[in-house]
């Protein structure tokens, strides 16, 4: 039997990762979902923000299941991002999706197949 001393015992223990025959595993809620298809948040002139699913074709970039990024509040972008289903964000549905001319286009983050939705 083994036993604890009081020190062992309140001891806490915050482990954010830990390696095993030489691979580093990381707790599965702190990994962000990773883009796998063509879905992405399009950051556009004017500040429009829209997130859909990409395809790019004659100079113009078509987004279906569109939705527009309407609002956001003391989360920052990359908030936004990492949770858009937030409180603090307004997602708006786009049903007819969206058609952007390429050269409006200020950035691009592809994210993953759900987003927004």
């Given at each position: ?12 223990t915050n ?71 937030n409180t ?30």
């Amino acid at each position: 039997m083994t036993y604890l001393t009081n020190e062992e015992r309140n001891m806490n223990t915050n482990i954010n990762t830990i390696t095993i025959n030489g691979v580093d595993y990381v707790r599965a809620d702190s990994v962000q979902p990773v883009a796998t298809g063509t879905r992405a948040v399009i950051v556009v002139d004017r500040g429009w923000v829209f997130a859909g699913d990409v395809t790019r074709n004659d100079g113009r970039i078509k987004l279906s299941r569109a939705v527009w990024v309407f609002r956001w509040e003391s989360i920052g972008f990359d908030g936004v991002i990492a949770n858009p289903k937030n409180t603090k964000v307004t997602i708006k549905p786009m049903p007819q999706g969206v058609d952007i001319p390429e050269g409006a286009e200020i950035f691009c983050v592809p994210v993953a197949d759900d987003w927004g939705l």
